[in-house]
C-alpha cells in the first residue's frame, strides 16, 4: 500500500505537467493531502464516484505515460548508479558520484 502511494507520487511529479488541472488537483488531493473520494468530490464539486472515476483513469493515465517514457524508472536507475559509485573505493569515482547525486536531486 505504501509503496503504491510512493510510486504514484513520483508519477505525479515526473507526469504533472501531463495532466490536466483537474486530473492533478484530484491527485494531489488524493495521495499528497490524503483526502477519501467523498472529500475529494465535495472539494472539487464533483459526486463520489466521479471522483474514483478521476482519480482512477489519472492512475491509469500515468502509468501508461510511464510504460512509454520510463521517467521515474530511469532516474531511479541513474540514482542506484550514483549510490554504487558514492560507496566505490576510488576516490575520483566517489566525487562523482557525489556530484551527479547532488545534481539529480536539483533536478527533482
Not at 495532466?19 to 499528497?32: G, S
Not at 472539487?44 to 466521479?50: D, F, R
Not at 471522483?51 to 542506484?80: G, M, P
Amino acid at each position: 500500500m505504501l509503496e503504491d502511494i510512493e510510486r504514484m507520487n513520483l508519477l505525479l511529479d515526473q507526469y504533472r505537467p501531463l495532466l490536466t488541472e483537474k486530473q492533478a488537483e484530484a491527485m494531489e488531493l488524493h495521495y499528497t493531502s490524503d483526502l477519501s473520494f467523498k472529500e475529494i468530490a465535495e472539494e472539487c464539486g464533483i459526486s463520489k464516484a466521479a471522483a474514483y472515476d478521476l482519480i482512477h483513469r489519472t492512475e491509469l493515465l500515468l502509468e501508461h505515460y510511464e510504460s512509454k517514457l520510463h521517467l521515474v524508472k530511469n532516474s531511479q536507475e541513474r540514482l542506484a548508479a550514483y549510490e554504487k559509485m558514492i560507496r566505490s573505493d576510488d576516490p575520483k569515482l566517489r566525487e562523482w558520484g557525489e556530484i551527479l547525486h547532488k545534481l539529480e536531486e536539483r533536478e527533482e
